[in-house]
């Protein structure tokens, strides 16, 4: 008798280890929007403050490197100028988006944000149109452009769209802000990219639970870019007596998580001008037709895509998707 409880407490101990070894390190990032500690899982895997990156104060007057351990964080790289907004007209002041941001090249390298139950509210309209300065230069980074700066031609492209943050006032007007733009191809930007753009919305805002209790995930976490290298650009245009390139490639890296289970998928866009004719008439199905997985748009971008899950999980997560866990 003796020896059967111990073989079935052993073999209990064995199982939650076991599953332990599949939490991510930061189990405490159950998807609210309370500010996160940020806690480095692993010395050669999540973001560290001491990686030659530039940090500047949020609205709230927080240094931006304090924010570095969340979720949604790609990992960042020398150059970079880390730049968190803060909704400052919420209570808790949640961290609306972020920008790893490239001086030299007045073009974010990534901007990262979050759908949750307080973040994909819509409770404002957009950012009247007739508001000037239109695309104010972000307060927080004068390497920003400066406020409306001419893109040569091309539309101002939202990174962080403004139907991504309609919670509140602050939030929306902050996507307008030069770090969050890109220069697009007007038709791209108007039609094309708005069918990835409502895709991502449509899942963000079921991270809040129906009428019978149910909700698609607990958190959503997005990352958005242009490509920037030398190669993978469409040449530049000039800004503020600088050049700035116009990305060939734009991209989406989406990571969910519900009952502290995660999944990945990504998305890679040529920027060109589609005719309509070749456009898959299901906005799903284009949309779909451009995945790949998160492993591979690390390879195709060069940059780290949610290095702050454990590696054991990042690379679990990362290595493929499964398109039916991305229907809502």
Known sequence: MRSDVFGRLQTALLALLFALAFFPSCGDDDGTQDEERATLHDDNNANVATCGATYVNTEAGKGSQQFIGRMEM???????IF??????????????FSVAYNAEKLHSRWVAFRFDATMNQKNVARKDY?????YPRDPLCSATPTSDASFGGHDHGHLCASADRLC???????????????????????QYWTKYEQFVQTLGRACTADKNGYRWADTLYVVKGGTIDDGQTLGTVSVDKKRMPVPKYYFIALLKVKNQVYSSIAFWVEHSEYDS??????DRDEVMAHAISVDELERRTGIDFFCNLSGTLEHKVESTYMSAAWEN
């Open 74 to 80: 790609p990992r960042l790289v020398p150059g970079d």
């Open 83 to 96: 730049i968190v907004h803060q909704t400052t007209d919420i209570t808790s002041r949640p961290v609306n």
């Open 130 to 134: 007739d508001i000037r300065p239109k």
């Open 168 to 190: 509140s006032r602050v939030s929306n007007d902050q996507t307008f802000y030069m770090s969050n733009m890109s220069p697009q191809i007007g038709s791209f930007n108007q």
């Open 277 to 282: 004719g070749k456009v898959l008439k299901n």
